[in-house]
């Protein structure tokens, strides 16, 4: 008898429990949509996405498909599909809070390089992610040409990435060329003189050998005297004069 008693007090609790619960709920989805706090990464250094931007994909994505006035408007799963589907976002995360405010997370995509190809013109991320230029924020960033292929995307962003991150490189490095196949070159902010790199392989020991017969030589000399210097080859630099 004890047993019966304790099994249904504990029934009660849980319906009661659950009573409340979805009263909380409810009174919680008719909110008011009184804030939204936007988050945007890499604000600091791309453009490409504004808080307008994200406003206007949670009004779209509601279940009015008008715009979100209530909590309960919301589609938090379809907003954050639809934020992923803009080609410079990498990553979004859509909640609410306790308080009943909406909390959206986007980072940003950056370009390390730009290319253009006979065909198109589109950036490189870091990864070698491939997306489209903007019609209202161009990014400064490294030029790449020629008939690039896309199983060489990943390689040519990781040689972009590491000429944009160390000073001396990118003073002087303004644009890489594919010439022909496996054969690259870079040029210089000096016009009568270029880098032939050769193929995307060790590009960093390569770009240590230029930085290298830089400061020991060029720093003195200047590239006036030669019309290419070469690091296609294993530690080997070779400098064709004019």
Sequence with gaps: MKLKYRLLKILLLIVSLGFLMNFAIRRHNDKKVDK?????GNSDKV??????????TIDGSS?????AEE??????????ENLDKNPFITWSNVYVDLDGNVNVDV?????????????EEFYLDEN??????SSEYSYPCLLAGGNVKPDEYRKLAYLAHNISVDNLLKNHIIAIEKEKKNSYNLFLNLEGVYIEFGDLKNCRQKLTNLK???KQYLDKVGFEPYSKISVKYNNQIVATKR
């Design 36 to 40: 939204i706090n936007v988050t945007i």
């Design 47 to 56: 453009y490409f996405v504004t808080e307008k931007i994200i406003r206007k």
């Design 63 to 67: 279940k009015n498909g008008k715009k």
């Design 71 to 80: 909590i309960k408007d919301l589609d938090i799963i379809k907003t954050e």
């Design 107 to 119: 980072v940003q995509k950056v370009p390390v390089v730009r290319v253009k190809t006979a065909k």
């Design 128 to 133: 070698g992610g491939k997306f489209p230029l």
């Design 212 to 214: 290298e017969f830089y």
